[in-house]
């Protein structure tokens, strides 16, 4: 199991840009599909964003062209750039990792709140 603690979280006016980290600790991180997910009150869990361990990315619909995923591997951290905000990205984002299709470990999540 591994263990993930979100961070960068906050208030942010419409068109504002937060950029989100993720650190992980107890795996080996540079082996794990690391992903970003939000959940908005009143809905359900989505993925916003995925990196593999070899680099490649998958985006949402709602967040591409906007947000961007990175990993830095000698510091066992995943990243989410999230630019041109909108309300509609209000959310609890949380950080996750997974090998060969299994959960390995979720962050506690980090609010993000985008005032219109």
């Known amino acids: 199991q591994v263990q993930l603690v979100e961070s960068g979280g906050g208030l942010v006016q419409a068109g504002g840009s937060l950029r989100l980290s993720c650190a992980a600790s107890?795996?080996?991180?540079?082996?794990?599909?690391m992903g970003w997910y939000r959940q908005a009150p009143g809905k359900q869990r989505e993925l916003a964003a995925q990196?593999?361990?070899?680099?490649?990315?998958d985006y949402a619909d709602s967040v591409k062209g906007r947000f961007t995923i990175s990993r830095d591997n000698a510091k066992n951290t995943v990243y989410l750039q999230m630019n041109s905000l909108e309300p509609e990205d209000t959310a609890v984002y949380s950080c996750?990792?997974?090998?060969?299709?299994?959960?390995?470990?979720w962050g506690q999540g980090t609010q993000v709140t985008v005032s219109s």
């Open positions: 996750n990792a997974a090998y060969n299709g299994n959960v390995r470990g």
């Open positions: 107890g795996g080996i991180f540079s082996i794990y599909t």
């Open positions: 990196i593999t361990h070899g680099g490649s990315t």
